[in-house]
């Protein structure tokens, strides 16, 4: 295993993003807008077919229809439709092929630049205005070089071109006979809504966080009053749960904290991010994590986290 390979799997904080840029025509001209995407969810980029574009019988007007991709049918969307944005055409434009809910996805863009890594401290979260705004699909913003770079919510983009509404309908229908604690730290302001509904119809008292850096913060918190009055961070919460891809400190870097921690180490962590796949099941290993659920089963989720801490001893915390 390489270097690079080993930085990227245990918690370093650390994620590589490929830049791309749309070109939007404005009343000034055309103007070029910067955006990324994390490498882990990007299959690879391929050029666009000539005469491809949408119809007026397609679900949404920035669904362009299929191409067949090897032995794949791929469902490709036009990222500056659905960013409402005017795109300047041109030729050799390029699609990005994605893998991440178990779905794979192509996205037409105007040209890719290169991959860059990059520090989640360094992905600054969107201000809690822009963030609180359900239809928000930008996360983070980078500084690469002389711009800077939004990072795109691409699950809430196929959350919002899904039909059957499969996404947002998937609610828990597990509730627990305890009340239940859980911190829960998701990027995503849809997610955290969906999450909160949830858990709290599983009977759960849920502390929502936008990031990893918040959740540790509340951790610490909760350190310092174990410290206080000689108890456990159990007296205090139940579970963690955690997105994987967050601004300042990813679910990674916030579970291999807890884990080396002789005080939180108690606690179980559940990752659930829709970077996890039987593929990548490593990296949450590799951190300690007690439980991974991809985000396509939200209804299955606060099934694991309930189960999880039934089952959880007390005096079996990792070491």
């Known amino acids: 295993m390489s270097q690079t390979e080993i930085l990227l799997e245990t918690g370093t904080n650390e994620l590589e993003i490929i830049e791309f840029f749309l070109d939007e025509v404005t009343p ?58 005017e795109r300047s055409p041109a030729a050799n434009e390029p699609i990005i092929v994605t893998e991440f809910n178990g779905m ?36 983070g913003t980078v500084k690469i070089k002389d711009r800077f770079v939004l990072m795109l919510d691409l699950e809430q983009v196929l959350a919002d071109l899904d039909e059957s509404g499969q996404t947002k309908g998937r609610m828990s229908h597990v509730v627990s006979d305890e ?20 858990f709290g119809q599983a009977n759960f ?17 909760i350190k310092a009053r174990c410290a206080a009055d000689g108890g456990s961070p ?12 967050m601004p300042q400190m990813d679910g990674y870097t916030l579970t291999r904290r807890i884990k080396e921690d002789p005080v939180l180490k ?17 990296k949450g290993k590799a951190v300690m ?14 099934e694991k986290v309930i189960n999880l801490i039934r089952n959880w001893d007390r005096g079996t915390a990792v070491s």
């Open 28 to 85: 000034a001209g055309v103007e070029r807008q910067y955006f990324g995407v994390n490498v882990a969810k990007v299959l690879e980029v391929v050029e666009a077919p000539r005469g491809l574009e949408g119809s007026e019988a397609a679900a949404h007007p920035s669904f362009l229809g299929t191409i067949p991709l090897r032995d794949l049918i791929l469902p490709v969307v036009d990222l500056s439709v659905w960013l409402d944005m």
């Open 234 to 245: 159990l007296d205090y919460l139940d579970a963690v749960v955690s997105d994987v891809e």
């Open 104 to 139: 794979i996805t192509g996205f037409l863009v105007s040209g890719v630049t290169q991959i860059h890594r990059v520090c989640w401290a360094d992905v600054e979260p969107p201000s809690k205005y822009v963030s609180s705004m359900a239809t928000n699909c930008i996360t």
């Open 289 to 302: 994590a007690d439980e991974q659920v991809t985000k396509p089963e939200f209804h299955g989720l606060t």
């Open 266 to 282: 108690v606690l179980p962590v559940v990752l659930f991010s829709s970077l996890i796949s039987k593929s990548v099941l490593h």
């Open 205 to 221: 008292e849920v502390t929502m966080v936008r990031d990893g850096a918040e959740a540790w913060s509340v951790l610490e918190g």
């Open 179 to 198: 009340r239940y604690r859980a911190l829960v730290a998701d990027d995503s302001t849809s997610v955290r809504q969906l999450l909160e509904g949830n």
